[in-house]
């Protein structure tokens, strides 16, 4: 019969899993105290949160939020980011405190939409620019055909008019 802690921890973690849109996991083994408060301190800056788990419970978490997938995260020493938001936003707040602090945080692999992704992959998450630039690029994507057309259509209709000024010229050198 699990303690009414353990209770609480599964529900907490079935809530965290249930609103993440990522979890990526982490062997959190070597990281002192103060690492693991400054990475929690970095993460939570930006909407994210850390979280040490005992595996056992995760896996009756995952299965009671429906999140099969989280089982196979789950080896060893076991921190778990949570985005909530911007599935990018995490990994690349991860990636930048692991760059920054040069402490030794491996990342194993993650869950997203329901599916696991490698480390790689998360990594490549890090990689990309922000949302709102990504927005930005598709937006300038999808206006240059309607940009270049004008130009088109405008370089036409100026050399009219031009065509159209040099003939008003001779005609009135020619009077």
């Known amino acids: 019969m699990p303690t009414e802690a353990k209770e609480a921890a599964i529900a907490d973690l079935v809530d965290r899993m249930s609103r993440s849109t990522i979890a990526i996991a982490t062997d959190f083994s070597g990281l002192s105290v103060n690492d693991v408060t400054e990475l929690r301190k970095q993460l939570r800056a930006v909407g994210v949160e850390y979280k040490v788990v005992k595996n056992r419970i995760a896996a009756i978490a995952a299965a009671q939020s429906g999140v099969e997938a989280f089982k196979d995260i789950l080896e060893g020493s076991t921190g ?18 692991v760059k920054q602090t040069k402490v030794e945080l491996t990342i194993r692999s993650g869950v997203m939409g329901g599916d696991v992704i490698s480390s790689a ?16 690029m598709l937006l300038g994507q999808l206006n240059a055909p309607i940009t270049g057309l004008v130009h088109v259509l405008n370089g036409t209709i100026g050399g009219l008019a031009v065509v159209l000024q040099r003939r008003a010229e001779q005609l009135d050198a020619a009077a």
């Open 121 to 136: 992959q998360v990594l490549a998450l890090a990689a990309l620019p922000p949302r709102d630039q990504l927005v930005a």
């Open 80 to 97: 778990v980011v949570f985005g909530y938001d911007d599935v990018v936003a995490a990994a690349k707040a991860l990636d930048e405190y």
